[in-house]
């Protein structure tokens, strides 16, 4: 099965994906120029799970920043756990945000009001 | 005439200027100036909200100004000066302003013109909901963005987008773009 990791750096975020776990997440700062590149392979292998996927879906962001580049990305990503809950898969992203990131809130509720998915929005302390 | 440095000087500390620049913003570049900023920013011992605000805001307008480039690279064949663009921080007491130069062809400056007003005239639930609509269109902008950026820019900047289009020649205007954030 497929997993991917790739290291974070100042403008990429870490990414792990682990399909027999049925885990992926995003830590750190995306703000790639070319995003559609960076989150190429991740997309890809998403959207192989999203033909087998497990019972239960993990999905965990954790994001500082992130650019309008990759909020396309991020929702391309988003529309592959849709589909894999459209088929009564267990799916729930878990959106993280610091104490007072009003910001990162906000762009967590713009997912949840375009993806039909649940969303569990966890503030963390700064 | 001698380019008198010291006026030049006078002018950017009078105008509390952080960190300017004027040329080809490229990639190196754009990471090095955002570098800089989030040093300067953690320096300032800014508020963590205000901080991400402005770096924030900052990415998406040399982001801007970084794409736009290869528009103006293929729409001049590799004119040199147009391809530049100008860049500027400040901050006051009150608040940090980012302004931003750059050509564009003069057959944009209506679309660009259109867009940045409607952006203007939404209150804050409005943009959220054009940023959502926007967001969740079908397909890609070559540039990754798919139209984002103004309205982003204007979510997290909470004020209106100023801005200026000055005719140059035939072809081409220059777009000045100023940005304010509250502390």
């Not at chain 1, 610091?98 to 963390?124: H, S, T």
């Amino acid at each position: 099965m497929d997993k991917i990791t790739i290291e974070g750096t100042s403008k990429t975020p870490t990414i792990v994906f682990d399909s027999d776990a049925g885990l992926l997440e995003l830590k750190g700062r995306s703000i790639p120029e070319n995003s559609i590149e960076f989150y190429k392979p991740v997309v890809e292998s998403l959207d192989k799970y999203s033909h087998e996927p497990k019972e239960k879906t993990s999905v965990n962001i954790q994001l500082e920043y992130f650019n309008t580049s990759s909020s396309k990305c991020i929702l391309d990503l988003f529309k592959k756990l849709e589909t894999i809950h459209k088929t009564g898969k267990d799916v729930v992203i878990n959106w993280f945000y610091e104490e007072d990131d009003e910001d990162m809130l906000e762009a967590g509720e713009d997912y949840q009001a375009i993806i039909k998915v649940p969303f569990k929005m966890i503030e963390v302390g700064s | 005439m001698k380019f008198d440095i010291y006026s030049f000087y006078k002018k950017m500390e009078h105008n509390d200027i952080m960190l300017s620049f004027k040329g080809d913003i490229t990639s190196e570049l754009l990471s090095s100036m955002l570098q800089i900023m989030e040093t300067k920013l953690e320096n300032l011992d800014e508020q963590p909200k205000v901080r991400k605000k402005v770096y924030n805001v900052l990415v998406e307008c040399l982001q801007n100004l970084y794409h736009h480039r290869d528009e103006i690279r293929i729409a001049t064949g590799n004119d040199e000066n147009k391809k530049q663009a100008i860049f500027m921080i400040s901050k006051n007491a009150v608040e940090y302003n980012i302004m931003t130069g750059n050509f564009v062809k003069s057959e944009k400056v209506a679309g660009l013109k259109a867009r940045i007003d409607k952006i203007n005239g939404m209150d804050k639930d409005e943009l959220k909901q054009h940023y959502q609509d926007v967001l969740s269109l079908e397909g890609f902008s070559e540039k990754g963005g798919g139209g984002l950026g103004f309205i982003d820019i204007a979510r997290k900047s909470g004020q209106k987008l100023n801005y200026e289009f000055l005719q140059i020649d035939e072809e081409f205007s220059f777009f000045s773009l100023y940005i304010k954030i509250s502390q």
